[in-house]
């Protein structure tokens, strides 16, 4: 009994532990329905992007023009798959993996949900990957933050169905 009840204290801490970190973002920007929350722990960004859709989420950095050069992250969640791919900006309206331009596959999945319409993905990604694709973070600068979502189709090769860009600074939050 004594044991059982020790599990259960442990598992429940465990699930508490998870879920308080998940949701320990520091700064959030929003632009239409979107949102992207963040927090710069070590040389590790751990981000959260939610928007209205049931396809796919994503955030990209530092573009040299449009969707050209920008690091980009996209996500979506099929079923009880969360799907999370590292991408890179090949031309101003065209995006491709990492790996199959060379590069490397750097982001690491957290976890994610579609619910009431919604997805939400949770990912890591290192300031610095060491991957040429991916540019680097510099957390207390300007960075150039897109943010996307395209329709409700499971596909990365779908258009944006919404798109913004805005200037922030990872380190404060602040927006320009
Ligand atoms: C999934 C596949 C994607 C396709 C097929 C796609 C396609 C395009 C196209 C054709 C344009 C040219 C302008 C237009 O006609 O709207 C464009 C522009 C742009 N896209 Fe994408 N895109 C994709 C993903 C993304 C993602 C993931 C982001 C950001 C997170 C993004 C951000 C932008 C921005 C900032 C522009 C330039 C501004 C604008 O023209 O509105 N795109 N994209």
Not at 1 to 25: E, N, W
Not at 26 to 41: L, P, Y
Not at 57 to 83: E, H, Q, R
Not at 114 to 131: R, V
């Amino acid at each position: 009994m004594k044991k059982i009840v020790m599990f259960l204290v442990g598992a429940a801490l465990v699930i508490f532990g998870v879920t308080s970190m998940a949701q320990d973002y520091e700064h959030e920007v929003t632009s239409g329905d979107m949102s992207f929350a963040w927090k710069i722990d070590g040389d590790t960004l751990h981000g959260k992007m939610s928007a209205p859709t049931k396809g796919w989420v994503a955030v990209g950095f530092n573009p040299s023009k449009a969707m050209k050069d920008a690091n980009f992250i996209l996500g979506y969640v099929k079923g009880d798959k969360v799907t999370v791919v590292d991408h890179h900006g090949i031309r101003n309206n065209a995006h491709a993996s990492d790996e199959k331009e060379g590069g490397t596959e750097d982001v690491t999945v957290v976890g994610g949900s579609e619910e009431g319409g919604t997805t939400t993905i949770e990912f890591t990604f290192p300031l610095k990957s060491g991957d040429a694709l991916d540019g680097e973070l510099v957390p207390d600068g300007d960075t150039m933050l897109l943010m996307a979502y395209g329709s409700d189709r499971d596909s990365f090769r779908v258009r944006h169905t919404y798109n913004a860009e805005m200037t922030v600074n990872l380190a404060t939050g602040a927006t320009k």
